[in-house]
C-alpha cells in the first residue's frame, strides 16, 4: 500500500464548477497535510494546509480532513482555466519528511 | 521570505560526467534540506534528508554513493550525481525546512528544480 494515494486522473471540469480532488493516506500518526499544484516542469507551490479536523477555507479553496477514515480533500469553487494543474496531496509522516502523493491532474474545460 | 534558490535550472551531460546540483536558501537558515527526483507524470521521491554538519540519510533504494549530499552551511546543500548515466534524468527538487516558528508555507519551501538530462 502506498503511503499516500490519490487518483490519478485526469479529472475534467467545466469552467466555473467545483473541482472535489482526493486523498488517502496509511500512517495514522499523520499531523500535517498539504495540498500542492504542480504546472508542468514546474516546482510545486503550496496551495493549503490542514493539520486539524474538519474544513479550512482559504479564497476559492477548501481542504477537507477526516483524521479517522485517512482521508483529505480539496475543492476548488469557480474553477478557472488556470487551475488546470497536476495538484499533489502531501503528509507529513516522522522525522519531518513530506511525502508526495502521485498527484492528480485535474483539467479545466471552458 | 523564505526563498530557495536552485541552479542550475536546466543542465545536460553527456553519460559517465558529474553533476553538482546547488540550493542556497537566501533569507533564512536551513537546518535541513529535502532532496526529491521526479520523473515524467509522477510524483515527487524523497531521495534523502540532510540536516547541517551531518551525514545525509538516504531512502532506500536510493545509492548514497552515486548522489553525494553535502549540507557543509546553514545556507548551503549541494546535491552531485555522480558517473551520470541516462536514466538518471530526471527533475531534480529541493526543499528546505525553515528553521523557527511557522511561515506562510508551514516550514518547509521549495527551490525551483533542476531538468537533468543525461545524453
Known amino acids: 500500500q502506498k503511503e499516500v494515494e490519490q487518483n490519478s486522473g485526469p479529472l475534467s471540469v467545466p469552467e466555473g464548477a467545483i473541482a472535489s480532488l482526493n486523498c488517502t493516506y496509511s500512517?495514522?500518526?499523520?499531523?500535517?497535510f498539504f495540498w500542492y499544484r504542480q504546472y508542468s516542469g514546474k516546482s510545486p507551490e503550496l496551495i493549503m494546509f490542514i493539520y486539524s479536523n474538519g474544513d479550512k477555507e482559504d479564497g476559492r479553496f477548501t481542504a477537507q480532513l477526516n483524521k479517522a477514515s485517512q482521508y483529505v480533500s480539496l475543492l476548488i469553487r469557480d474553477s478557472q482555466p488556470s487551475d488546470s494543474a497536476t495538484y499533489l496531496c502531501a503528509v507529513k509522516g516522522s522525522a519531518s519528511k513530506i511525502i508526495f502523493g502521485s498527484g492528480t491532474r485535474l483539467s479545466i474545460r471552458p | 521570505g523564505a526563498v530557495v534558490s536552485q541552479h542550475p535550472s536546466r543542465v545536460i551531460c553527456k553519460s559517465g560526467t558529474s553533476v553538482k546540483i546547488e540550493c542556497r536558501s537566501l533569507?533564512?537558515?536551513?537546518?535541513?534540506m529535502f532532496w526529491y527526483r521526479q520523473f515524467p507524470k509522477q510524483s515527487l521521491m524523497l531521495m534523502a534528508t540532510?540536516?547541517?554538519?551531518?551525514?545525509?540519510?538516504?531512502e532506500q533504494g536510493v545509492e548514497k554513493d552515486k548522489f553525494l549530499i553535502n549540507h557543509a552551511s546553514l545556507t548551503l546543500s549541494t546535491l552531485t550525481v555522480t558517473s551520470a548515466h541516462p536514466e538518471d534524468s530526471s527533475f531534480y527538487i529541493c526543499?528546505?525546512?525553515?528553521?523557527?516558528?511557522?511561515?506562510?508555507?508551514?516550514?518547509?519551501?521549495f527551490g525551483s528544480g533542476t531538468r537533468l538530462t543525461v545524453v
Open positions: 533569507d533564512f537558515q536551513a537546518t535541513t
Open positions: 540532510s540536516n547541517e554538519g551531518s551525514k545525509a540519510t538516504y
Open positions: 500512517d495514522r500518526g499523520s499531523q500535517s
Open positions: 526543499s528546505a525546512r525553515v528553521a523557527g516558528g511557522l511561515s506562510a508555507n508551514y516550514g518547509y519551501t
